[in-house]
């Protein structure tokens, strides 16, 4: 969907045999929309049982950014002339129709790695980011279920997106489908579940949990009115103006409640102030004007 099929591509697509009849096509030619890794080998080289392996374990791990193509030595003696094989095991990296980067000799794993990683990252990331501006886009024009299929599409090519992952819980936040938001939100993988795109969903839905009870507003903004103090009456008020989508309205009253007793209900106005800042995005106006307000407070 948005470029090399990652997921599902076997790893007789990512690494192949090849000789001087498919050069041509499988390095050359295929190095013009992915990286392609040429191992040089032969079957009485030693090193090259250790490296070839290690190679395939890592392109694998790349899941499609990268593809890697075995060439014999021994039987394609024209081809290791032409790129001048001095010695085996010999590989390079190929990138849109050119050598862009080789070694010689056995590596340590973690240069293995960083040599994969590399290359990968010439073809950019496949066409995700694209696709996560047109699933947020979705999401901002009220198409909450279109979104959730990009972003679950997305994740189906990178499971740990924290991008996508977070964007998936806010389509289906939007979609008042919460309680799957939760459940996605529970599965999130240990390695993004503390992320802040992970965290901002996390936030938006304990915001929509607390919507979901929200009172009257007419009523609530009658019972601030009627009594200044009634700070469980100021904090659902706020809770119910962002409800109605009032959100810089809902900071201001939160701001008041901390303004006037900042310790009520173990700060609990200062905790629901963090919670909407971290639902909203870091460079939202109404973000960074009730943190200044909010620290001046502190401050005094």
Not at 53 to 67: D, I, R, S
Not at 173 to 200: F, R, W
Not at 219 to 244: G, I, N, S
Request: aromatic share 6%; net charge negative.
């Amino acid at each position: 969907m948005f470029g090399t099929d990652t997921q599902a591509a076997p790893a007789a697509d990512l690494i192949k045999d090849v000789n001087e009849a498919n050069f041509m096509a499988e390095v050359v030619d295929k190095s013009m929309t992915v990286p392609v890794i040429v191992d040089f080998w032969a079957p009485w080289c030693g090193p090259c049982k250790t490296l070839g392996p290690q190679l395939e374990a890592e392109v694998k791990a790349a899941k499609g950014k990268v593809v890697m193509a075995k060439v014999n030595v021994d039987e394609n003696q024209m081809i290791a002339g032409q790129l001048r094989i001095q010695s085996i095991p010999t590989v390079y990296a190929f990138w849109q129709g050119q050598p862009v980067d080789a070694f010689q000799g056995a590596l340590p794993g973690s240069e293995i790695k960083a040599f994969v990683d590399k290359l990968a990252a010439l073809a950019g990331d496949g066409g995700l980011a694209d696709a996560i501006t047109a699933a947020e886009e979705m999401l901002t024009e009220g198409a909450a279920a279109d979104a959730a299929e990009t972003f679950a599409a997305i994740l189906g090519e990178e499971p740990e997106n924290a991008e996508a992952y977070g964007g998936l819980i806010r389509a289906h936040i939007a979609a008042d489908n919460l309680e799957q938001a939760e459940q996605i939100l529970t599965a999130a993988p240990a390695k993004i579940a503390t992320s802040a795109p992970v965290e901002a969903a996390r936030a938006q839905l304990q915001l929509a949990k607390q919507a979901a009870k929200a009172g009257p507003l007419d009523q609530l903004r009658a019972k601030v009115e009627a009594d200044p103090d009634d700070h469980q009456a100021r904090f659902d008020y706020a809770t119910a103006l962002h409800a109605a989508g009032n959100v810089e309205e809902a900071v201001n009253q939160l701001l008041e409640l901390f303004r006037r007793d900042r310790e009520w209900n173990d700060g609990a106005a200062k905790a629901q102030l963090f919670t909407i800042f971290d639902a909203l995005k870091p460079n939202d106006p109404i973000v960074a004007k009730g943190r200044r307000r909010l620290a001046s407070m502190i401050l005094v």
